[in-house]
């Protein structure tokens, strides 16, 4: 069974960067038919892709985050990681991790970590 | 971007009652592929959201049968044949035709 975990701080200061890392046990990491997505919720609202990652390190992020998020790979630890620059209290939210199958026939997030909430407060 | 329109934002339902929910996407989501790369997701209260379907009309694994999707172009639909309790939650429908990808606002379905 696949699992996904978010791991980082839960606060985070205004004007300075989120990181997070998801961390995948299970055999698909490497598998070219995957990416491997972060998307956020703030309380009591709906979700919100922030951007999603090939084993390959090909990228694609949402135009509305675009210059503030960096997102990355480590297939040696199965490992992705976010990080958001310049964060605001806006960004106060549950962040998740989750695969994104992309075969030619299958396009959805089908396996989910169980999400972390991060504030940003001073 | 694709916006994606979901009505009701909210449904209460009696229960064994069947509970219908629409999207509607700002543009055709039929891929050059000639897929359509809609899907379904339920969120629980507390829980991460939940692939419930794939592509218009699929089911996910595990997902019981009164569940079901339909719809073509830019209108889709989720029904639940017969509310149960446990479907209580938060349903959005998602497009991955294109990036960026997005998300319905979100059904609330409650018990009346």
């Known amino acids: 069974q696949l699992q996904l975990q978010e791991s980082g701080p839960g606060l985070v200061k205004p004007s300075e960067t989120l990181s997070l890392s998801c961390t995948v046990s299970g055999d698909s990491f490497s598998s070219t038919i995957y990416h491997w997505g972060w998307i956020r919720q703030p309380p009591g609202k709906g979700l919100e892709w922030i951007g999603s990652?090939?084993?390959?390190?090909?990228?694609y992020y949402n135009p509305s985050l675009k210059s503030r998020v960096t997102i990355s790979v480590d297939t040696s630890k199965n490992q992705f990681s976010l990080q958001l620059n310049s964060v605001t209290a806006a960004d106060t939210a549950v962040y998740y991790c989750a695969r994104q199958a992309t075969s030619s026939s299958s396009r959805y997030f089908d396996y989910w970590g169980q999400g972390t909430l991060v504030t940003v407060s001073s | 971007d694709i916006v994606l329109t979901q009505t009701p934002l909210s449904s209460p339902v009696t229960l064994g009652q069947p509970a219908s929910i629409s999207c509607t996407s700002s543009q055709s989501l039929v891929h050059s592929d000639g897929n359509t790369y809609l899907s379904w997701l339920q969120q629980k209260p507390g829980q991460p959201p939940r692939l419930i379907i794939y592509?218009?009309?699929n089911r996910f694994s595990g997902v019981p049968d009164r569940f079901s999707g339909s719809g073509a172009g830019t209108d889709f639909t989720l029904k639940i044949s017969k509310v149960e309790a446990e479907d209580v939650g938060v349903y959005y429908c998602?497009?991955?035709?294109?990036?960026?990808?997005?998300f319905g606002g979100g059904t609330k379905v409650e018990i009346k």
């Open positions: 592509k218009i009309s």
């Open positions: 998602m497009q991955a035709k294109q990036w960026p990808l997005t």
């Open positions: 990652i090939h084993c390959t390190g090909t990228t």
